[in-house]
């Protein structure tokens, strides 16, 4: 069994596939790992680390021949993957709803082509899930973003020269990314209060230590919502929000706003009249922006200003911290695949009706076979 690792091509992709310590794990399976030369360079992992924990290290055009594994972070073109064996797995995060015609490209290839950002919310799937692993890190790195463009302190201070007042973070959306901005804002001394559409968060957010701010008497998404994620909300719920909002949005200093619905556009929480109420010097950062954005006026990737207000677009904050998001999203591959491991054959064996290997598969024997792609 070969497993390659490839350099990523994409653009903006820091991270890689595998890490030294993923690579000797496959290998204390029996697999035979070849890294790809650079492909740890943008998260510092040179080639000698992959070497010296027994990888080969060559060229793509060599780790991809005879490899019955192929381990990738964004989905690399179909034609830069000439030389794979039919029959071979692609796995990483392939983006299948955006790039269908590449999702084509593989099944023609012969690929079985797998999503990890399609994996099931199950409890068997946690270690596994790509998505969890790398928003944690995204909502950590939203609240630091924050902080460097805000021109205050977050913490208070009582210092000879006067006070300094703690800064007010306002968190919206609180899955995993919200939760991690909640707890990063905290430890930075700031004054916290968050809110979601889900009611099961109201408690989560509680026992961090921050303020929860709900819609009452107005139904939202009754306890964690179907498998965590939220649905779209009644009209009257949503004027609620933007009402409370308002009123909250005022007063605060720092937003971090998380929230989407899967298969859907990002849902609009703040409106540009919203925006000018705020303090000049106030720092949104949108985790939302690639998904069409929270906040009216956020681009993509960008820094906006509106009405005095810093605006983050923030796109793939995980691909900043490339060394800690390599390492999560690497053991989230290796904790996949060493679940289907077959010690007798000495690879993953993937049963085509495990409830896993049904929801990520993309393409088998050719053709495209994932029923999402199928409806979309
Ligand atoms: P997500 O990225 O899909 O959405 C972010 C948050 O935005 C969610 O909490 C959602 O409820 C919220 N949201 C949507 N519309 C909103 C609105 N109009 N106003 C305010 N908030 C809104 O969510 P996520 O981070 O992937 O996680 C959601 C849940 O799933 C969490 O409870 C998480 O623990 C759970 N989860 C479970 C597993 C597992 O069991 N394997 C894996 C991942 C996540």
């Known amino acids: 069994m070969k497993l390659a690792v490839l350099r990523e091509t994409a653009q903006g992709e820091t991270r890689v596939a595998a890490i030294p310590e993923t690579a000797k794990k496959f290998a204390a399976l029996g697999a035979r790992v070849a890294v790809e030369a650079g492909a740890g360079a943008a998260a510092s992992v040179p080639d000698g680390d992959f070497a010296a924990a027994g990888a080969e290290v060559g060229s793509r055009a060599e780790v991809l021949h005879d490899a019955d594994l192929i381990l990738c972070v964004s ?140 819609v009452e008497g107005v139904a939202g998404i009754e306890g964690e919502g179907q498998g965590g994620y939220a649905g779209e909300t009644s009209d009257e719920y949503r004027r609620a929000q933007a009402e409370l909002v308002s009123s909250h949005l005022s007063k605060q200093d720092i937003v971090i706003t998380t929230a989407l619905i899967p298969g859907k556009p990002a849902p609009r929480l703040i409106s540009d009249a919203q925006l000018a109420t705020m303090r000049p010097g106030s720092v949104v950062v949108d985790l939302a922006a690639d998904a069409g954005g929270n906040v009216e006026g956020t681009v993509c990737g960008e820094r906006a200003q509106r009405h005095g207000v810093t605006i ?50 993309l393409t088998r024997d050719g053709q495209v076979v994932a029923e999402r792609l199928a409806s979309a």
Not at 326 to 347: M, P, Q
Request: charged letters at 15%; zero cysteines.
């Open 75 to 214: 989905g690399p073109e179909p034609d830069s993957l000439a030389g794979a064996r039919a029959g071979a797995l692609l796995i990483g995060a392939l983006d299948p709803f955006r790039r269908a015609d590449a999702v084509r490209g593989y099944a023609a290839a012969g690929l079985q082509a797998l999503a990890m950002e399609w994996m099931p919310r199950i409890t068997r799937a946690q270690s596994m899930d790509i998505l969890s692993s790398q928003s944690n890190l995204a909502g950590y790195k939203a609240v630091i973003d924050a902080a460097a463009a805000y021109g205050r302190a977050f913490p208070m201070m009582m210092t000879a020269a006067g006070t300094v007042s703690p800064a007010r973070v306002f968190v919206m959306g609180v899955g995993v990314a919200g939760l991690q901005a909640i707890a990063t804002a905290r430890r930075l001394g700031a004054q916290v209060s968050a809110t979601d559409v889900r009611s099961a968060t109201r408690e989560q957010i509680q026992s961090l230590g921050a303020k929860p701010i709900f």
């Open 312 to 361: 983050l677009g923030a796109l793939n904050l995980a691909r900043s911290l490339p060394a800690d998001a390599s390492a999560l999203f690497a053991r989230n591959l290796y904790n996949f695949l060493s679940a289907f491991w077959d010690k007798d054959s000495g690879g993953a064996v993937l049963p085509a009706d495990d409830e896993i290997v049904r929801a990520i598969t």
